[in-house]
C-alpha cells in the first residue's frame, strides 16, 4: 500500500514536471517574436539582354564591389530563368516585379498582333499620352495599360497608402514602365533629345529635380568620345575574333567606337548612338542617383519602403549588334560591373546598404551569333519570318484552295482567317494541321503549336509548359512556332538575337542582396524570374501582386 502511494506520486511529480516544462516552453513559443525591421529600399536592377553564362565566365576579372559584392555577399541562384517561351525585353521585364507569366499578366511580346484592329501593337503605347517635353509618336511607350495584373510596387502602395514612393528609370521606355506597374512613375530616355522624361500618364510636369537634371544635360558630355577596351589584350584572348562577322553597313565591329553625328551636332543621331555601349547605362544609373536624392527614396518620411526600378539596356543593344561571344559584350559587362560598384558606394552613403535589398536579374538571355555558332559546327541561321508567312499562305492556298488563310504574323505568333475557312467548308483543325504540317518541313523550325493545342491545355514537355504560359488566349496566334536551337527570326547578316525557349535565352542571374534579410550563397536550386516578386512582398511584409504564380525563395531568406 505505501509502496504502491509512493509510486503514484512519483508518477504524479513526472506528470507536473512534464506539465510544467509544457507549459514554459508553450510560453517560450508565445513570446512575441522580435520584430525584422522591413527595407527602407528595395532597389531592382535588369540587366537587359545578361546571360547567366557570362556573369560565370567573367566572373574572375570583376571589381570588388560590382557584381562579386553581390555574388559574395548576397545568394545567387545559378539555375535561374525566364520561364515563358517568348524570351523578350517586356515580356520579361513585366515577369520581374508582377510574378506572372504572359497568359496572365497579358504582355505576349515587344509587338503582337491587335485582335480587333489586326494591326501591329506596341506593348506599352497608349494614344491617350505623351512626353512631357518631347516628341511623341503614336507608338511611343507611354503608359502600362497594357499589363492586365498588379505589380509589387502597385502592391507596396496600396499597403502604404500611396505613401511609397515606386520610381523606375530606364534606356527603353518599356523597360521602365513595366517594371513601374501602374501606380509607379517610370523614366526613359528619349533618344531624340538624350533626356530622361516620363509622360502625362504619371505627371502633367517633372517635378523640380528632374527640370534641374535635363538643364544640366549629361549627355552631351560625351560627344566626340570613344568607347576603348577597359582591360589589357590579355583578357579578351578567349572572345570571337572581331571579323568572324561582317559589319553591317555603316557600322562599325571593332574598338573603338566614337559617339558623334554625321551633321556635327548634337542632334537625334548622336543620341541615338549612345544606345549601343557603356554611356547609356552611366546615365541611366546617374538619373537614378538623381532620383534617390530627389525622391529622397529610403529615406520616405512616412517611414515606408521605398522602390527603385533600373534597367540597364545598352546590353541588350551590344548583344545584338557583336554577339555574347564578343570582345564588345565582354568589355561592356566589365565597364557596367565598375557602374554598380560605383552606384552601390553611394548607395552605402546615402541611405546604408544594411538598410536597403538589392536583386539584379535580366529580362533574357542571347544566342550566340550564327556565323559564329557554324564555325563551332552547330547549325545556326536566321529564318525571315516574312517570306515563312508568305510561303505558308501560297501552299495553304494551293493545297486547300483557298487564298489569305494566313490575315497576318507577327512571329513567333501566325493568325489564320477560321471565318474564311469556316465559309469554305475547311475546318479549324484541318486548316491548323495542314498549316503545321508545312511549317515542320521548313528549315530551322523545331516546333508549332496550334490555337487548338493550346486551348486543350495539354502539356508533356517544358517546353510545352512554357510556350503554354506565352500564350494568352484572346492576344496570341492561332499558331506558335518554335525555332530550332541556335536558329531565330532575323535577317540579313550580321548580330544576333533572343526569343526562344532555350536555356541560352532563358537562363538569367538572379541575385539577392541585403544582409539584415538575405543568406548569403552560390544556391543550385531551380529558381525563376517569377520568383522575385514574392519574395520580396514576403520581406515587404506586403500582398503579392495579383497574378504571381513564384514561390518565395525561403532557402536564401533569414
Known amino acids: 500500500m505505501t509502496k504502491n502511494f509512493s509510486l503514484s506520486r512519483q508518477l504524479a511529480y513526472a506528470l507536473l514536471v512534464s506539465s510544467v516544462a509544457a507549459s514554459h516552453a508553450f510560453a517560450a513559443s508565445a513570446a512575441p517574436v522580435a520584430k525584422i525591421a522591413q527595407p527602407k529600399l528595395v532597389v531592382v536592377l535588369v540587366v537587359d539582354g545578361l546571360p547567366q553564362e557570362q556573369v560565370t565566365r567573367y566572373r574572375d576579372q570583376f571589381g570588388q564591389g560590382g557584381f562579386r559584392r553581390l555574388l559574395e555577399q548576397g545568394a545567387w541562384f545559378s539555375d535561374a530563368h525566364q520561364a515563358h517561351g517568348i524570351t523578350v525585353t517586356a515580356i520579361g521585364h513585366s515577369a520581374v516585379l508582377s510574378g506572372a507569366y504572359p497568359y496572365q499578366h497579358g504582355v505576349i511580346g515587344n509587338n503582337w498582333i491587335d485582335p480587333v484592329t489586326k494591326k501591329s501593337v506596341y506593348c506599352t503605347e497608349d494614344g491617350n499620352f505623351h512626353y512631357i517635353g ?3 509618336k503614336p507608338d511611343d511607350g507611354t503608359a502600362p495599360t497594357k499589363l492586365r495584373v498588379t505589380t509589387l510596387g502597385d502592391e507596396l502602395r496600396y499597403a502604404t497608402g500611396d505613401k511609397a514612393k515606386v520610381v523606375t528609370v530606364s534606356g527603353k521606355d518599356r523597360g521602365a514602365i513595366l517594371l513601374a506597374g501602374k501606380t509607379g512613375t517610370a523614366y526613359m530616355y528619349m533618344e531624340k533629345t538624350g533626356n530622361f522624361a516620363s509622360s502625362t500618364y504619371y505627371m502633367q510636369q517633372h517635378p523640380q529635380w528632374v527640370q534641374a537634371y535635363q538643364a544640366a544635360k549629361p549627355q552631351d558630355r560625351y560627344y566626340g568620345k570613344s568607347w576603348t577596351p577597359l582591360l589589357a589584350d590579355s583578357a579578351y584572348v578567349n572572345d570571337a575574333r572581331d571579323d568572324l562577322v561582317p559589319a553591317k553597313p555603316g557600322v562599325r565591329n571593332t574598338f573603338p567606337f566614337s559617339y558623334y553625328s554625321d551633321s556635327g551636332n548634337l542632334d537625334g543621331d548622336y543620341y541615338n548612338r549612345l544606345k549601343a555601349g557603356p554611356f547609356l547605362d552611366e546615365l541611366t544609373l546617374e538619373f537614378a542617383r538623381a532620383a534617390v536624392d530627389g525622391e529622397n527614396l529610403g529615406r520616405n518620411p512616412a517611414g515606408v519602403p521605398d522602390i527603385l526600378g533600373v534597367s540597364l539596356s ?13 570582345k564588345m559584350s565582354h568589355d561592356h559587362l566589365q565597364r557596367l560591373d565598375r557602374m ?42 536566321r529564318i525571315d519570318g516574312d517570306k515563312l508567312a508568305a510561303d505558308l499562305n501560297q501552299h495553304l492556298a494551293s493545297t486547300l484552295g483557298v487564298d489569305k488563310l494566313v490575315t497576318t504574323w507577327s512571329m513567333p505568333n501566325i493568325y489564320l482567317d477560321y471565318a474564311l475557312a469556316e465559309k469554305s467548308g475547311i475546318k479549324r483543325a484541318d486548316l491548323e494541321n495542314a498549316a503545321a504540317r508545312y511549317l515542320m518541313e521548313q528549315d530551322g523550325l523545331a516546333q508549332v503549336y496550334t ?8 502539356v508533356a514537355t517544358r517546353m510545352d509548359t512554357l510556350m503554354r504560359r506565352a500564350w494568352n488566349r484572346q492576344l496570341s496566334g492561332d499558331l506558335m512556332v518554335v525555332t530550332k536551337q541556335a536558329w531565330y527570326f532575323g535577317k540579313g ?30 544556391y543550385g536550386q531551380y529558381a525563376e524570374v517569377v520568383d522575385i516578386a514574392p519574395t520580396l512582398a514576403h520581406l515587404l511584409r506586403v500582398r503579392q501582386p495579383s497574378a504571381s504564380e513564384g514561390r518565395v525563395l525561403v532557402e536564401a531568406v533569414k
Request: hydrophobic share 35%; proline share 6%.
Open 451 to 458: 490555337r487548338t493545342q493550346m486551348e486543350s491545355g495539354f
Open 134 to 136: 518631347e516628341e511623341t
Open 340 to 381: 554598380l560598384a560605383s552606384f552601390f558606394g553611394d548607395l552605402d552613403k546615402k541611405v546604408g546598404m544594411d538598410n536597403v535589398i538589392v536583386v539584379l536579374t535580366a529580362d533574357h538571355g542571347f544566342a550566340n551569333v550564327p556565323e559564329f555558332t557554324e564555325a563551332r559546327g552547330i547549325s545556326a541561321k
Open 493 to 522: 547578316v550580321g548580330g544576333t538575337s533572343h526569343g526562344s525557349p532555350y536555356t541560352y535565352d532563358t537562363n538569367v542571374p538572379l541575385m539577392v542582396f541585403g544582409p539584415r534579410w538575405i543568406k548569403p550563397g552560390a
Open 314 to 326: 545598352a546590353h541588350d543593344y551590344v548583344n545584338h549588334a557583336y554577339g555574347p561571344e564578343s
